[in-house]
């Protein structure tokens, strides 16, 4: 966690944030490390580390004269160098001074020696911990910022958590007591629909995925509410909770399709952690997160290709595909939410391999109805978290691709333009601004790359916490 501490500049494991290795002069170095430390900048090192036998200190040269977003992506990144040589040497705590222009620095190196520090190691006989638990620093940073940022710290760590279990300890059920958990931890309210409730409700959709399963579906309604909001219609965040994905009877086909499947529900996780961290950090705004969930296995009475389903609103679905069964349970979720009569809704979803081909792992595919505006607002978040949106076109012509000679509309739109006729299914239940979020690329990753450690990335989190933030 993030503390403020007063700080012992000859003592601590120590990181400077600077613009100019001048400024060093005033840290009472020996002459040959001053030397050393010219030396390195003349290589155009980055971030320059001292050993000074029982500490560490990390100089990290900052460019002020980029824009905001990119310093800042920067700063996260050179903190998880760092993050690696303090556990390497079983460090407990790092202090932390910013020489530089702009407090939002040491939130943001704060933050990425954090996310960095992640761990999932739960079902390791011997469990090697990182030892770094606290980063001190002392500066005009106010309280209620730091205590945010470990909020949505917290909140990313409980997405990540959620999405790195694997099916057999993770089912429907368990994920909507884990969210009861959180709705304890955080303040915010949560009821949960059983299978029974869920039947009540026809929703179709849900019903139709779970018939494969021996599991229970769950739908899951988490609500935090403030005295006074600022918007009098509350704000609705709608995540994908498929807990394992086989395809169902339309069995992935191709060779370790399956592998990381438990993945599939990362979006249900992303709004869990938005909901999470906006309680927290008891944000002025009203906010509600959906969660349908269930596995798709092609047991039972699996749902098969060319069934017609009825969905919670009575649309009827030429299912032709049972591994586009996302859109499917979404459905039923954006329906359901025109009871809230949302200002906004937005949905996450590992929705569509085209999605994840189109621009990989590097970012977030966005599109729909909202305006250009608001979508701006959502892309500037994606920005200033560098969890960055990739706006694809929403056009009209795409809707007869979803058109079916038996029913209302097929589940899947054909080879082309797969991730925007996935969003444009989903468009077809909704009466309100709406934005469709495809985070197959950045939801889980096989590598680490930086911050973001191997397997789940949280991400979404920040992303969503940032965006109802500065509204």
């Not at 501490?5 to 100019?20: A, E, Q, R």
């Not at 190196?109 to 770094?132: C, H, P, T, V």
């Not at 937005?346 to 305006?371: F, K, Y």
Request: a positive charge.
């Amino acid at each position: 966690m993030i503390k403020k501490s007063t700080i012992n500049i000859n003592k601590d494991n120590l990181v400077i944030l600077t613009t100019s290795i001048e400024k060093m002069k005033e840290y009472g170095f020996k002459k040959e490390q001053h030397s050393f430390i010219l030396s390195e900048s003349k290589l155009d090192k980055k971030t320059i580390q001292l050993n000074c036998l029982n500490r560490y200190v990390f100089i990290v040269l900052v460019d002020n004269k980029i824009e905001d977003y990119k310093r800042k992506e920067q700063l996260r990144r050179a903190a998880c160098n760092v993050n690696s040589t303090l556990n390497s040497h079983h460090f407990k705590s790092v202090s932390v001074i910013a020489e530089t222009l702009h407090d939002e620095d040491l939130l943001a190196f704060s933050e990425g020696l954090l996310l960095s520090n992640y761990q999932f190691i739960n079902y390791k006989s011997k469990q090697e911990k990182n030892s770094l638990s606290t980063v001190i620093i002392d500066n005009n940073i106010s309280k209620s910022k730091i205590d945010e940022l470990n909020g949505i710290i917290e909140a990313v760590y409980e997405s990540r958590n959620l999405v790195n279990e694997p099916a057999n300890k993770l089912n429907a059920v368990d994920l909507a007591n884990h969210f009861k958990k959180m709705a304890n931890k955080a303040g915010f309210s949560i009821q949960i629909f059983n299978k029974q409730k869920i039947t009540e409700l026809k929703m179709g959709g849900l019903l139709a995925v779970n018939k494969g399963s021996v599991d229970p579906p769950t739908f899951s309604i988490m609500e935090y509410k403030p005295k006074n909001p600022k918007n009098k219609k509350p704000y609705v965040i709608v995540g994908k909770g498929i807990t394992y994905d086989t395809g169902g009877l339309s069995l992935k086909p191709t060779p370790g399709s399956m592998d990381l499947m438990k993945c599939d529900m990362a979006g249900s996780a992303a709004v869990a952690g938005a909901i999470y961290a906006v309680a927290k950090a008891k944000l002025n705004v009203h906010l509600i997160a959906l969660v349908p969930a269930t596995d798709n296995r092609p047991g039972f009475n699996a749902f098969a290709p060319g069934d017609i389903i009825t969905m919670y609103d009575g649309t009827t679905i030429e299912m032709l595909n049972s591994d586009a069964e996302g859109r499917m349970i979404l459905g039923d979720a954006l329906a359901y939410a025109k009871k809230f009569k949302p200002e906004l809704l937005i949905d996450l979803a590992t929705l569509t391999g085209a999605a994840a081909n189109a621009i990989g792992p590097q970012g977030i595919v966005s599109m729909g109805t909202a305006d250009e505006p608001i979508h701006q607002k959502l892309k500037d978040s994606g920005k200033s978290t560098y969890e960055r949106l990739a706006e694809f076109p929403f056009w009209d012509e795409y809707d007869e691709l979803l058109k079916s000679d038996i029913a209302d509309m097929k589940n899947i739109g054909g080879p082309v333009a797969g991730a925007i006729t996935a969003g444009k299914f989903l468009a077809k239940f909704t009466d309100y601004p709406y934005i469709h979020l495809d985070i197959a690329g950045p939801a889980f990753i096989t590598s680490a790359n930086y911050y973001q450690t191997k397997g789940a990335t949280g991400v979404g989190v920040r992303l969503l916490f940032d965006f109802f933030k500065n509204l």
